[in-house]
């Protein structure tokens, strides 16, 4: 049986045979040899490296998020297998063109991350990213990213554009509603405005997240929201209403910065719940994802094509092994587990945990625009709609339970024990883990909240006496991290869901050699124990842990 089930998931991940083994029904009949044979070989053999390499030569490229994490990794993949790219052209947030640039070699080709790309190139390094990167001052909250038509006109872009890649995006589970908005709704309208200018253009491809799906359990397929879907009942999302709301709060509160700012992130919160998603940033990522097949259809001749990651880690292997920036689901514990600021939590080491190593997204990304570019894949009858949605993810294809990272996280702890500022060795404790919200929220109260409050008192009857001033004012910092994490993270730590990867991993079978390839996303070739204990463990440490 187990044989069976795993012969089928390797011919082609079939989302009925998934779905079916995940709810522990009867499996059905494999589909004919004559219908595997014909997906499995559709795209077989399509793509390598020297094809994909040889594809980005002479390419005009803009990135937009070049300064946070896949940004940067993927601009250091491009300029490293490819040094003979035309340009890449990156939009910076900046005051005009000098600060863009200082921005970009501080924040983005001076980071460790290029130090192989450094090396290659030697002495010649500064000279070979002033030939190959532009940057401006741009933001794409704004139509044109906001600059003029004199300097649109001067770079080019709109005549030299070939590909186009959306990284921007304000990740922050509870930004400022009209933030969010602005970034991920308002920034996907502006680019496909612009997309559209550009005569040139091959393929746009938009970097989503996977939690679009919000707390949906079981298998989520690789479609399209239609417009105005929800994830709650009864209920019809309009994005200019959305937008509207924003706006008339703005308006209302712009006397008053520091009450903007919390009403703001407390009605981003309140409208993404109201829907049945859990935080800001994906309810607004799902509606960015909503105006672009609003906006770019197949009839408007550009491939446009969106990436879902799942839960981003550091790099795997390739270029720098434990790299990462931003601290993500996942990480926060880590961080909390070495402080020792997480008694309990809330978790199931049985669940599985859907993570992605930050370079194979990159590959993921870079293989997708080769496939889908108008002139390595030029549009023929019967082609496949646009957008085409990828989830980058490994929960069906090499799922890996809490339970391994706990258990690695406790042995890299024990054997690598961190040490205080006080010059002592801080000890490695178990962490309570709860799977069940209600009684979280109980068990918290009782533990931790009742105790707290006496102790203030208690504190404040003694004048501070016997140090209970500094010991409320640790227990209360373990308590705020405590229901922040919860409130926060805890909808992901219970999340039940696994997302089918069918569409990524036709493209995965196009590939030739893959696991040995430079453009490997496969997460098969990844041993997750080894993973986490010899590079992700040790990569949050040395660049998130502070």
Not at 288 to 301: A, F, N, V, Y
Request: aromatic share 10%.
């Amino acid at each position: 049986m187990q044989e069976r089930v795993t012969q089928m998931l390797d011919q082609a991940s079939f989302p009925t045979f998934l779905l079916s083994f995940l709810t522990n029904r009867s499996l059905p009949l494999p589909p004919s040899n004559s219908y595997i044979h014909k997906r499995k070989t559709e795209m077989v053999g399509t793509l390598n490296e020297q094809k994909i390499t040889q594809y980005f030569k002479n390419k005009n490229i803009l990135i937009t998020g070049s300064t946070g994490l896949l940004g940067k990794v993927l601009l250091e993949k491009i300029l490293r297998v490819q040094p003979d790219v035309k340009k890449i052209y990156l939009p910076v947030r900046a005051v005009d063109s000098v600060a863009a640039k200082e921005r970009v070699d501080t924040e983005v080709v001076g980071n460790e991350l290029f130090g192989i790309l450094r090396e290659k190139h030697g002495d010649m390094f500064q000279s070979f990213t002033v030939e190959k990167i532009v940057p401006f001052a741009g933001d794409v909250m704004y139509e044109d990213f906001g600059i003029d038509v004199v300097t649109l006109r001067e770079l080019q872009l709109t005549e030299d554009l070939e590909i186009i890649i959306n990284a921007a995006a304000t990740t922050n589970f509870c930004e400022r509603y009209d933030v969010a908005l602005g970034v991920n709704v308002v920034g996907v309208k502006h680019m496909c405005n612009f997309a559209k200018k550009c005569p040139n253009l091959d393929v746009l491809l938009h970097i989503s997240t996977a939690y679009v799906a919000g707390e949906k359990q079981g298998l989520v397929q690789e479609r399209l929201f239609k417009d105005g879907e929800t994830l709650r009942a009864g209920t019809h999302l309009n994005i200019d209403i959305e937008l509207s709301i924003a706006k008339d709060l703005k308006k209302k509160l712009e006397t008053d910065v520091d009450m903007s700012s919390k009403a703001m992130k407390e009605l981003g919160l309140s409208r993404a719940r109201h829907f049945g998603w859990p935080n800001t940033y994906v309810f607004t990522k799902t509606m960015g994802e909503m105006i672009l097949s609003q906006l770019l259809r197949r009839e408007d001749d550009i491939p446009v094509v969106i990436v879902r990651p799942s839960i981003i880690t550091s790099i795997l292997n390739d270029p720098l092994p434990g790299w990462i920036q931003g601290t993500r689901t996942i990480d926060k514990f880590l961080i909390s587990y070495a402080k020792q600021n997480l008694p309990c939590a809330l978790g199931d080491l049985d669940l599985t945990m859907d993570v992605i190593p930050s370079n194979m997204v990159v590959n993921a990304i870079i293989s997708a625009i080769v496939t889908h570019s108008s002139l390595s894949n030029p549009k023929r009858e019967g082609a496949e709609d646009s957008p085409v949605v990828y989830h980058v993810s490994s929960s069906t294809r090499h799922p890996v339970p809490y339970g391994i990272l706990y258990r690695t996280a406790k042995r890299y702890f024990n054997e690598h024990p961190r040490v205080g500022t006080d010059g002592r060795v801080v000890p490695t404790r178990e962490v309570w883990l709860i799977n069940n919200i209600t009684l979280f929220h109980f068990l918290v109260v009782v533990t931790f909240r009742f105790p707290l409050e006496l102790l203030h008192v208690l504190s404040i009857l003694c004048c501070g006496l016997f140090g209970l001033g500094p010991l409320y004012h640790d227990l209360a910092e373990k308590y705020r991290i405590l229901i922040k994490l919860m409130d926060i993270y805890g909808p992901f730590a219970l999340f039940k869901g696994c997302f089918d990867d069918f569409n990524l991993n036709k493209l995965r079978l196009s590939m030739i050699d893959d696991d040995a390839s430079i453009f490997n996303f496969d997460p098969k070739t990844i041993d997750w124990e080894d993973y986490f204990y010899r590079v992700h463990i040790p990569g949050v440490m040395k660049y998130l842990f502070k």
